[in-house]
Every structure is written in C-alpha cells, then in structure tokens.
Nanobody, 113 residues
Framework: VQLVESGGGLAQAGGSLRLSCVAS????????MAWYRQTPGKERELVAA???????VYSNTMKGRFTISRDNAKSMVYLQMNSLKPEDTGVYYC????????WGQGTQVTVSS
C-alpha cells in the first residue's frame, strides 16, 4: 500500500487549506479512511475519519472546522481545513481508519498567528 499526501503549506490563522491523499495498492472503496496529525512533542492523533459510505467522524477539536471527504473512483481522501489555528500546525497523514498500513511522508501544515 502506498499513501501520498499533498496540499499542505503555510497559512495564516483563519485561513484554509485542502489536503489530498491518494492510496494505491488497495481496494480503496472497501476501507474506512482517516486523517491523522502529528505535532511536535505529541503522539499522532486522529483528526477525522470517513467510512465507506461517506459518513464522517471528527475529533472534537476539529469538529465544525474540518471536512473529510472521499472519491472512491480516484482512491482519494480529502481534508478541507477552514478557520485554521496555530495549534493546527503539524504533519498530516492519511491512513486507514485503524492505521493498518505504513505511513506515508505526510504533508506539513504551518499556521501562523
């Protein structure tokens, strides 16, 4: 399985970014997917998950600001991040809902105040 994340970058507080992840080597449509975040000094945490039917689940700290979606035809999962805060800074990764696979390189998100 190969996971390739993209879309990160530098944003100002209150701004938006859209992350993308393409997965290969799996039957994407049958897997629940998720976005995770790792910030310096902290363990990797779940940001949002989406099941095979498109139903999302969000971490309480991201709820209302982030939107996860998927395109099964393209084997892609997305994370629309709005109202960004400096504490959203970190490296964002996609994986299955239960992080079954090796991690990709992630995509760095930096939010300035």
């Amino acid at each position: 399985v190969q996971l390739v994340e993209s879309g990160g970058g530098l944003a100002q507080a209150g701004g938006s970014l859209r992350l993308s992840c393409v997965a290969s080597g799996i039957i994407f449509a049958i897997k629940d997917m998720a976005w995770y975040r790792q910030t310096p000094g902290k363990e990797r945490e779940l940001v949002a998950a989406i099941d095979t039917s498109g139903r999302p689940v969000y971490s309480n700290t991201m709820k209302g600001r982030f939107t996860i979606s998927r395109d099964n035809a393209k084997s892609m999962v997305y994370l629309q991040m709005n109202s960004l805060k400096p504490e959203d800074t970190g490296v964002y990764y996609c994986n299955s809902r239960w992080s079954d696979w090796s991690w990709g390189q992630g995509t760095q998100v930096t939010v300035s105040s």
